[in-house]
């Protein structure tokens, strides 16, 4: 059996954090901005740090699990 709860846990948090599809961090106009589907350099950076703490706390410290099969 293999685990396929990384694969999950990373594929969700990497649709749900794309910048600008839910929420952009900073904004054009605010410091944050829902569903405005636009994006920029300091977005982009701010998301991939929230990726990679989430990837970190799920993997981690809270070692989620999955067996298929």
């Not at 948090?13 to 589907?37: A, D, K, S």
């Amino acid at each position: 059996m293999e685990n396929w709860g990384p694969v999950l846990v990373s594929v969700l948090l990497f649709v749900l954090l794309t910048p600008g599809l839910l929420f952009q961090v900073p904004g054009q106009h605010r410091c944050v901005e829902f569903g405005n589907f636009r994006t920029s350099g300091a977005s982009i950076m701010i998301h991939s740090l929230l990726y990679f703490s989430l990837i970190c706390v799920f993997l981690l410290a809270v070692k989620v699990h999955l067996y298929l099969g």
